[in-house]
């Protein structure tokens, strides 16, 4: 059974998982791992709602399904992530990294987007009513194809 060290950024162990059992990165709700290094990782229907995770990695995770309600998300490095589906109603994102991530059918209602880099960012079908992405950077998104109206904020 393969096992996966997940560090902070400082290289210190938060804790160590199975690759072929995915429970403890599944139930993080709450969770305040600041900093941490999980690019690549499989969080596909993980519970990280209310989860602290500002200034983490998570370049290329598969983050599909993965409910993130009113967690705190800011500064953190989402390039290359997919969030297909991913809840981030609530979400904290401010000066989130989120370059050429696949956000498709997310929901962000009431997320707070604000400068954030969403360049190249896939958004169809993508829930920002009530969004505020006031100073964010959308250069080449597909924000066109977005569910938006008056309350959402650019």
């Known amino acids: 059974m393969s ?8 290289d ?8 072929e059992d995915n429970t403890i ?15 690549y990782a499989n969080l596909i ?14 370049r290329n995770a598969e983050l599909t399904y993965t409910d993130l309600r009113h967690a705190e998300l800011t500064y953190t490095d989402f390039r290359y992530a997919n969030l297909r589906v991913a809840n981030l109603r609530y979400a904290e994102l401010r000066y989130a990294n989120l370059r050429y991530a ?3 059918d997310a929901n962000l209602k009431y997320a707070d987007l604000r400068d954030s880099d969403f360049t ?9 009513r009530y969004a505020d992405l006031r100073d ?3 250069t ?8 938006t109206d008056e309350t959402t904020i650019f």
Request: aromatic share 8%; glycine share 2%.
């Open 3 to 10: 096992k996966i060290d997940i560090k902070t950024l400082k």
């Open 12 to 19: 210190e162990l938060l804790f160590t998982h199975s690759v």
């Open 25 to 39: 990165l599944k139930t993080l709700e709450k969770a305040v791992i600041d900093m941490v290094d999980l690019r």
């Open 45 to 58: 229907r993980a519970d990280l709602r209310y989860a602290k995770l500002r200034y983490a990695d998570l």
């Open 102 to 104: 696949e956000l498709r």
């Open 120 to 128: 190249g960012t896939d958004f169809t079908g993508t829930d920002l």
């Open 136 to 138: 964010a950077i959308y």
């Open 140 to 147: 080449k998104a597909q924000i066109n194809s977005a569910i």
